[in-house]
């Protein structure tokens, strides 16, 4: 297992189309693990693929809080089969928006459809955290984030607090990097 650099706004890796998994194979299997690895150190309760910079349809998540026992579940291909009409708010938070916190309405519940580490279809209906966790984390397979939920005003100063501390990263890379050269 290993844990893998979660990629962070504005890389425009984030906002691509996440491509379905054809097989599940050994790859899929160890991208798996190391994305609860990964998930687990954060520490968050979900985590798409494309966070890691991989393309394709795979999620991860654990909603067990404190000192619950975990529950690690995984998702290959996942899709929103049906979705409630009853509507919940949960303030959410995203590892590659490090953070930064907002109130999100979606969905109560949500019944989900995937496959499993041993490619069988399963599914799932989920409540409370899970049900937005799930949203959240298949927004994430379309290229989407949650900020995209929020006022256009709320969205362009978050997107521009970002795009500043990535140049102010690279600046300060480009520094070190001249020192260790
Ligand atoms: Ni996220």
């Known amino acids: 297992m290993a844990i893998l650099p979660i990629i962070r706004l504005p890389d425009p890796r984030l906002r691509l189309v996440s491509e379905p998994v054809a097989r599940i194979d050994?790859?899929?299997?160890?991208?798996?693990?190391?994305?609860?690895?990964?998930?687990?150190?954060?520490?968050?309760?979900?985590?798409?693929?494309?966070?890691?910079a991989v393309a394709k349809r795979v999620i991860v998540a654990d909603t067990?809080?404190?000192?619950?026992?975990?529950?690690?579940?995984?998702?290959?291909?996942?899709?929103?089969v049906w979705a409630s009409e009853e509507l919940n708010v949960y303030q959410e938070g995203c590892l590659s928006v490090p953070e930064y916190y907002e109130d999100v309405e979606r969905p109560a519940r949500v019944r989900v459809r995937f496959l499993d580490r041993e490619a069988r279809t399963q599914e799932i209906e989920a409540d409370g955290l899970l049900a937005t966790v799930l949203q959240h984390e298949i927004d994430h397979l379309e290229g989407g984030l949650f900020i995209d939920h929020l006022s256009r005003l709320k969205r362009e100063r978050v997107v521009k607090k970002f795009t500043k501390a990535a140049r102010e990263r690279s600046a300060a890379a480009q520094v070190q990097d001249r020192v260790e050269a």
């Open 64 to 80: 067990a809080r404190g000192d619950e026992p975990k529950t690690p579940l995984v998702f290959v291909n996942p899709e929103i």
């Open 26 to 52: 050994g790859e899929i299997l160890q991208l798996l693990d190391d994305m609860l690895e990964t998930m687990y150190e954060a520490p968050g309760v979900g985590l798409a693929a494309i966070q890691v």
